[in-house]
């Protein structure tokens, strides 16, 4: 019976039947505006380049909602995120802080080391839905 | 024992633990710049409200992705979107058409009817990635 070499970069991950635990599927990211990432080393790269670009940021959760279905649990929730880039002249002050209004979708996979992540997409709310059907954003 | 009355409107549905199969878990959908949407029937009155103003709408979608694990299935692709609005006067003809670029994740429950969609979230691309750094969207 062969060896299945759980650390190989080059599998890309099944898409179909069971998954090895310590692995999983293979992840997916959507952050605002982005096209989709897949992939651990994708998006932890997204991640890495977001944050060396962003001095300050903290997100204030509402609106959550988790809904668990066997081993999977659906999370969604509103992230009211303020940021603040870096100085613009190298001074010790921050830039300009920045309030966005995003939601979320979060999929998680229960795993023997626990709840993991396996799909993250956030998106700008770009209008408030109304009564006024002019105001409704298009889809 | 109860009965249970799956057809009861006023269950807003089990954040955990089993859920009936013929209900599954609540659903939740996000089109694209709009808030997060929950319920069955929230859901549908969102897209009658933006196909009673869709006259023409096509979905071309590319960079299709599944992925399974056990009983729940991640799908995310680009949806390349045409779609055209009434025409401006009551004419004969179409409004304008116009091209959006939106990427979705869908998550889908294996049910004893088949396959079921439990979440929709798609977004706008607002940029492409590229090797530039300043071209990056920001998160």
Request: with cysteine; charged share 20%.
């Amino acid at each position: 019976m062969p060896e299945i070499d759980l650390d190989d970069p080059a599998d890309p991950g099944s898409t179909a039947g069971p998954e090895p635990a310590s692995e999983g599927p293979a992840i997916s990211c959507v952050h605002p505006g982005w096209p989709v990432l897949t992939g651990r080393g994708e998006v932890l790269r997204s991640y890495a380049l977001i944050m060396a670009n962003t001095e300050y940021i903290q997100f204030f959760l509402t609106d959550l909602r988790v809904c668990v279905a066997g081993d999977t649990a659906l999370v969604t929730c509103t992230e009211n995120i303020l940021s603040g880039g870096p100085a613009p002249q190298d001074g010790d002050e921050l830039g300009p802080l920045v309030g966005q209004l995003v939601v979320a979708t979060n999929v998680f996979r229960r795993t023997p080391d626990g709840w993991k992540l396996w799909s993250h997409h956030a998106s700008p709310v770009l209008a408030e839905t109304g009564d006024d059907e002019d105001e409704e954003p298009s889809s």
